[in-house]
T-cell receptor, first 113, second 111 residues
């Protein structure tokens, strides 16, 4: 049963455009994440938010920025997309303090043309 | 930076066989180890996790951890076609930190 919801599922856009992906979790978790899954299926951490505070910010390009209004929502904005941004963006959530089991959304596939 | 590697890259096994998947990590301070399964076009879903050395069994799945060898594994007993998926191992330094994922093993179980 899905409890991490992502929109849109799929988005095609041109180089230089701005895109946003939305994520909401209904599990009551206190930490949310964005992972990028490339064409080789490799999952890389991008951002982590705990109680609206950024606690992990891997060396992602500055055109990427996470946005959170509360602990149940974590959005991802890409200011000016590049071809290498084509990937599936996976949102996840967990409890920070009681183990690390991640619950993922179905993903948002981005295609940059 | 922690490196997490999986082997083999892909695997084809007959239905009913035992499947063994491997994961190695580079940071000896790692404390949390997990396996996820991702069916095609779907979200990764947690299978099992372990904190301390040894084995843990849940149904047909067994996870084995050897911290000294920087290695843990997943064993699937009586593999089924529905087990066909991408298997991802994940490691974190301690509870509450993000997980680094391995390179993945694509498993196909043929009838």
């Amino acid at each position: 049963e899905t409890a991490v919801f992502q929109t849109p599922n799929y988005h095609v856009t041109q180089v230089g455009n701005e895109v946003s992906f939305n994520c909401k979790q209904t599990l009551g978790h206190d930490t949310m994440y964005w992972y990028k899954q490339d064409s080789k299926k490799l999952l890389k951490i991008m951002f982590s938010y705990n109680n609206k505070q950024l606690i992990v910010n891997e060396t992602v390009p500055r055109r990427f920025s996470p946005q959170s209004s509360d602990k149940a929502h974590l959005n991802l904005r890409i200011k000016s997309v590049e071809p290498e941004d084509s990937a599936v963006y996976l949102c996840a959530s967990s409890f920070k303090s009681s183990g690390n089991t991640l619950y993922f959304g179905e993903g948002s596939r981005l295609i940059v043309v | 930076q922690q490196k997490v590697q999986q082997s083999p890259e892909s695997l084809i096994v007959p239905e009913g066989a035992m499947t063994s998947l491997n994961c190695t990590f580079s940071d000896s301070a790692s404390q949390y180890f997990a396996w996820y399964r991702q069916h095609s076009g779907k979200a990764p879903k947690a299978l099992m996790s372990i904190f301390s050395n040894g084995e843990k069994e849940e149904g047909r799945f067994t996870i084995h951890l050897n911290k000294a060898s920087l290695h843990f594994s997943l064993h699937i007993r009586d593999s089924q076609p529905s087990d066909s998926a991408l298997y991802l191992c994940a490691v974190s330094i301690h509870s509450g930190t993000y997980q680094r994922f391995g390179t993945g093993t694509k498993l196909q179980v043929v009838p």
